[in-house]
Structure formats: structure tokens, C-alpha cells
């Protein structure tokens, strides 16, 4: 939900002292929070207008590194600033750092005062224009799964990220005793939440030692966004304050199911009715709706990139695990890469089940919402509904289950090409290739392992 501080409000706070430091952050590529902290009487003299940062933080990788090939932005340009605009909406406090506030930024260009059309909030905010266009928003909701280890983050490194605690021992999706052990963390992290303002639903076990669930209420995209963004920090930041660590990479080991993303998306009228329910249409879907989900099968290949963004995460694509390895749609089946749920009623809604939990989620929406448009603009028909074990389809399309196919797919990609832009497409591509590229000049411990003593 939108922030719940006013700057009247926070002019209170900073005179009584309850308030003394605001964060301004922006969103990158990685779908993480960089930014600024302000001492709050700065930010209401100056910053809560604007503030400025270098342009390569929307070019750049986990590492902080400066790749080339990015036209945007290089050394020969000099790397110059980026505004930093904050979204006054978006204000809120932050219970988990003392004596804080939070405001989320739209990212400008220094010289023209436009939105940097790369950077993940104007690509979102884009496709919601082309929709509202049409009469009609989006509505979604973005889950959060992640593993909970017992070592600090400062321990896990020490460890080379070997052999850490789980938080829990055992399988623990939907249990009750499992999860009791792990309240030291999690209840601070609902409550905390939820007192910045986010919509907290609850949080659940998940379908492995460790593994927990983050749910938060639905709300348009662009909301859900920045609330999904915000929640995925602060549980890092909460897990430090407790004493423990968190992941959020889509397949943490081998021998373990992966992390996901779950995106349920649902389309409504101006007036506020749902625009995906027809009581008189099979399982309650209407032709706008089949349309729309006809568009997300047809491009799915072309949005997996900003689904599954690393090496990584294709490792998660694999059978029995509950993540999906097949483009089609099913009926509540959890082995289909798209997912109905609650047909029949007003409620009904997609579930995207591709994306992995180190998504960004601002760029998954964004493809998404693009890809639907698409069906609904081309009058795409719908296949017909799978039905069965989806692991055992050899007939249906592969989701790309590697990062290269993924980028070609994107590269190629005419649907995407017209509803992000030509330069926006390139700059993610560069960022894919980006990837592949230093994954593929690394040793891994596994090749020396492999090959030490018997090649």
C-alpha cells in the first residue's frame, strides 16, 4: 500500500525527535534498494524534491562493476548523474531502523528531466499507461519465498556460503511446530511490516528445510512493485537485526527445491469491476481474459529473462519440485507454468508460476503486462486447458531453461521491442549477456572437484 507518513507528518516527527534519518532510494536492474540517508531536517530543506546519483547504477551487476556495452552510460561518456526524484507517495517509517523513514524514487535524466526509460519503475509505470489506455488496470499480487539460516550474513561469508544451518530441520510447508522455532525472526518481520504500512498477510513454511513464505495483499502493479521491493530489504534488514541470514537466490543447492516468485494478475474496468470474470464463460474466464493469457503463453519465452534474470536461476526449472518447466495453463495444477485460480467467481486470476524469487519485480510485471496487452491487441485465441502431470509432457513448449536461450528469446523478441522500446530491450540484453559472459569465465568448485585427480 502507498506509505503511511505525510511530510506534514514527518516535519512532527523531526521536531520531536522520533524521526531522525530518511532513506532515499531507487530501484536498480537487480530489483534492489541504492540510495542516500538523509539526515531528516536536509531532507525537508532540499531532498524531498531531489537528489542526484551516477548514472551506472542502472548499468552495473551485483558486484557493482561497470560492464561495457551499455549505450546508456559508459567511461567514455564520462558517467555522469541520474535525479533522483522522490515519490512522495511512497513515504513511510521504516520500524526496523531506528529512528527512520523511507521514500522510493523515480529516476530522472540530469539533463532533460525525463524518466530514464531502463530504469524498472518508468518500465512498469509504461505498460500501466498502455493499459489504462484500454480502460483497464492490473491487479496483482507478488509472493516471497526464502531461505532462513541460522548463520549471520558475517558467519555465511566466513563459510563461503557452505554448509549453513537451516533454520529449521526438516520439510516444513505448512507446518505448525517447524515454524514456531522460527518466530524470533518472522513475527518481527510481520510486525514490522506491517507497521511501515505494508499489507501483511501472514507467513507460511515452504516445501523445504528452512524455506518460508512471505504472503502481502494484492494491489495495483505498480504498488505491489514497490511493496514487494521494500518487503524483500527489509526482511534481509530484520534477519541481521535478529541475528540470522536470508536468501533470496533462486536454487540455493542442488539437492533442494528452489525459491519462487508466484505473480497472480488479474485485469479490472475504470469502474473497479473484474474484468477477467464472465459467469457464463468456461471456468468463469471472459474473452478478455483468455486473451490476455493467450498473450502470456505466446510470449513467455520473450519475458523469461525478467522472470529468471541469472545462471541461477534456470537451475530451478526441474521436475517434481513445483516449479514449472512447461508453457501451458491449467486449472489449479501447480505443475503448469500458468496457473487458474478461484474460477468461477469474480476472484478468478492467473498465476504466472515461472518467476524465481531473485526476480526483479518491476520488470516482471512490466513483461507481463505486455505480453497481455498483446493477446488482448492481436485477439490471440487460447489453447486448450492442460490437464495432468505437466513434468511428463514431452508435446508442449520448453520454457527456456538456460539464461542464453532466454536472452536470444528476448534479443528477438518484436512484442517486446514495440511495447518497451528498442533501447530499453538492448540494455537488458546487454545485461544477460552480461551475465553469462563472467559466469562463463569462472572455475567452479565443482569442475576442480570433478576433474582434480581424474582428468
Same mark, same amino acid.
Given at each position: 500500500?502507498?506509505?503511511?507518513?505525510?511530510?506534514?507528518?514527518?516535519?512532527?516527527a523531526?521536531d520531536?525527535?522520533?524521526?531522525d534519518?530518511?532513506v532515499?532510494?531507487?530501484?536498480?536492474?537487480?530489483?534492489?534498494?541504492?540510495g542516500?540517508?538523509?539526515? @531528516?531536517?536536509?531532507f525537508?530543506?532540499?531532498?524531498?524534491?531531489?537528489?542526484?546519483?551516477?548514472?551506472?547504477?542502472?548499468?552495473?551487476?551485483?558486484?557493482? #562493476?561497470?560492464?561495457?556495452?551499455?549505450? /546508456?552510460?559508459?567511461?567514455?561518456a564520462?558517467?555522469?548523474?541520474?535525479?533522483?526524484?522522490?515519490?512522495?507517495s511512497?513515504?513511510?517509517?521504516?520500524?526496523? &531502523?531506528?529512528?527512520? #523513514?523511507m %521514500?522510493?524514487?523515480?529516476?530522472?535524466?540530469?539533463?532533460?528531466?525525463?524518466? @530514464?526509460?531502463?530504469?524498472?519503475?518508468?518500465?512498469?509505470k509504461?505498460?500501466?499507461?498502455r493499459?489504462?489506455?484500454?480502460?483497464?488496470?492490473?491487479?496483482?499480487?507478488?509472493?516471497?519465498?526464502?531461505? %532462513? *539460516?541460522?548463520?549471520?550474513?558475517?558467519?555465511?561469508?566466513?563459510?563461503q556460503?557452505?554448509?549453513?544451518?537451516?533454520?529449521?530441520? *526438516?520439510?516444513?510447508?505448512?507446518?505448525?511446530?517447524q515454524?514456531?522455532?522460527?518466530?524470533?525472526?518472522?513475527?518481527?518481520?510481520?510486525?514490522?511490516?506491517?507497521a511501515?504500512?505494508?499489507?501483511?498477510?501472514?507467513?507460511?513454511?515452504?516445501?523445504?528445510?528452512?524455506? &518460508?513464505e512471505?504472503?502481502?495483499?494484492?494491489?495495483?502493479?505498480?504498488?505491489?512493485?514497490?511493496?514487494h521491493?521494500?518487503?524483500?530489504?527489509?526482511?534481509?534488514?530484520? #534477519?541481521?537485526?535478529?541475528?540470522?541470514?536470508?536468501?533470496?537466490?533462486?536454487?540455493?543447492?542442488?539437492?533442494? %527445491?528452489?525459491?519462487?516468485?508466484h505473480?497472480?494478475?488479474?485485469?479490472? /474496468?475504470?469502474?473497479?469491476?473484474? &474484468?477477467?470474470?464472465?459467469?457464463?464463460a468456461?471456468?468463469?474466464?471472459?474473452?478478455?481474459?483468455?486473451?490476455?493469457? +493467450?498473450?502470456?503463453?505466446?510470449?513467455?519465452?520473450?519475458?523469461?529473462?525478467?522472470?529468471?534474470?541469472?545462471?541461477? /536461476?534456470?537451475?530451478?526449472?526441474?521436475?517434481?519440485?513445483f516449479a514449472?518447466?512447461?508453457?501451458?495453463?491449467?486449472?489449479?495444477?501447480?505443475?503448469?507454468?500458468?496457473?487458474?485460480?478461484?474460477?468461477?467467481?469474480?476472484?478468478v486470476?492467473?498465476?504466472?508460476?515461472?518467476?524465481?524469487?531473485d526476480?526483479?519485480?518491476y520488470?516482471?510485471? #512490466?513483461?507481463?503486462?505486455?505480453?497481455?496487452?498483446?493477446?488482448?491487441?492481436?485477439?490471440?485465441s487460447?489453447?486448450?486447458?492442460?490437464?495432468?502431470? +505437466?513434468?511428463?509432457?514431452?508435446?508442449?513448449?520448453?520454457?527456456?531453461n538456460?539464461?542464453?536461450?532466454?536472452?536470444?528469446?528476448?534479443?528477438?523478441?518484436?512484442?517486446?521491442? /514495440?511495447?518497451?522500446?528498442?533501447?530499453?530491450?538492448?540494455?537488458?540484453?546487454?545485461? &544477460?549477456?552480461?551475465?553469462?559472459?563472467?559466469?562463463?569465465?569462472?572455475?567452479?568448485?565443482?569442475e576442480?572437484?570433478?576433474?582434480?585427480?581424474?582428468?
Amino acid at each position: 500500500m502507498p506509505g503511511n507518513l505525510t511530510l506534514d507528518a514527518l516535519k512532527s516527527a523531526a521536531d520531536d525527535g522520533t524521526i531522525d534519518t530518511v532513506v532515499v532510494a531507487m530501484v536498480d536492474m537487480q530489483g534492489r534498494l541504492l540510495g542516500k540517508r538523509f539526515h @531528516v531536517s536536509n531532507f525537508l530543506e532540499t531532498a524531498y524534491k531531489e537528489t542526484h546519483c551516477c548514472n551506472y547504477l542502472l548499468a552495473t551487476d551485483f558486484e557493482m #562493476a561497470t560492464p561495457d556495452g551499455y549505450a /546508456s552510460t559508459s567511461w567514455s561518456a564520462g558517467y555522469g548523474d541520474y535525479i533522483m526524484k522522490p515519490d512522495m507517495s511512497t513515504l513511510r517509517r521504516t520500524p526496523w &531502523a531506528e529512528g527512520a #523513514a523511507m %521514500v522510493l524514487c523515480d529516476v530522472l535524466d540530469h539533463k532533460t528531466h525525463a524518466e @530514464v526509460p531502463h530504469s524498472p519503475r518508468a518500465m512498469l509505470k509504461r505498460q500501466i499507461e498502455r493499459l489504462k489506455a484500454l480502460g483497464l488496470n492490473c491487479i496483482a499480487a507478488t509472493e516471497l519465498e526464502f531461505f %532462513v *539460516y541460522r548463520e549471520t550474513y558475517e558467519q555465511a561469508r566466513e563459510k563461503q556460503y557452505r554448509d549453513l544451518t537451516p533454520i529449521s530441520a *526438516y520439510n516444513e510447508d505448512y507446518h505448525i511446530l517447524q515454524t514456531a522455532r522460527e518466530e524470533g525472526f518472522m513475527r518481527p518481520l510481520r510486525n514490522q511490516l506491517y507497521a511501515a504500512g505494508v499489507p501483511v498477510e501472514g507467513t507460511k513454511g515452504e516445501a523445504e528445510a528452512g524455506q &518460508a513464505e512471505l504472503n502481502l495483499r494484492y494491489s495495483d502493479a505498480l504498488d505491489m512493485a514497490d511493496t514487494h521491493s521494500l518487503a524483500k530489504h527489509a526482511t534481509k534488514e530484520i #534477519a541481521w537485526n535478529t541475528g540470522c541470514s536470508v536468501s533470496f537466490v533462486a536454487k540455493p543447492h542442488e539437492d533442494l %527445491v528452489g525459491s519462487s516468485s508466484h505473480i497472480h494478475q488479474s485485469l479490472r /474496468s475504470d469502474e473497479g469491476k473484474p &474484468a477477467f470474470f464472465d459467469a457464463d464463460a468456461p471456468h468463469g474466464m471472459s474473452t478478455l481474459m483468455r486473451q490476455y493469457l +493467450a498473450g502470456l503463453l505466446t510470449y513467455a519465452s520473450d519475458s523469461t529473462v525478467f522472470l529468471a534474470p541469472y545462471i541461477n /536461476s534456470y537451475k530451478r526449472f526441474a521436475k517434481g519440485t513445483f516449479a514449472p518447466t512447461r508453457i501451458i495453463w491449467s486449472i489449479d495444477n501447480r505443475t503448469a507454468g500458468f496457473r487458474i485460480v478461484a474460477p468461477d467467481s469474480d476472484n478468478v486470476r492467473i498465476e504466472c508460476r515461472i518467476g524465481g524469487s531473485d526476480m526483479n519485480p518491476y520488470l516482471a510485471l #512490466a513483461s507481463q503486462i505486455a505480453a497481455g496487452i498483446a493477446g488482448i491487441e492481436q485477439s490471440l485465441s487460447l489453447p486448450p486447458v492442460y490437464n495432468g502431470d +505437466a513434468y511428463g509432457d514431452t508435446q508442449t513448449t520448453e520454457i527456456p531453461n538456460n539464461l542464453r536461450d532466454a536472452t536470444a528469446a528476448l534479443d528477438g523478441s518484436s512484442m517486446l521491442r /514495440s511495447a518497451l522500446g528498442d533501447e530499453v530491450v538492448d540494455h537488458y540484453v546487454r545485461a &544477460a549477456r552480461w551475465e553469462q559472459e563472467e559466469f562463463d569465465r569462472i572455475v567452479t568448485e565443482y569442475e576442480i572437484r570433478r576433474g582434480f585427480e581424474r582428468s
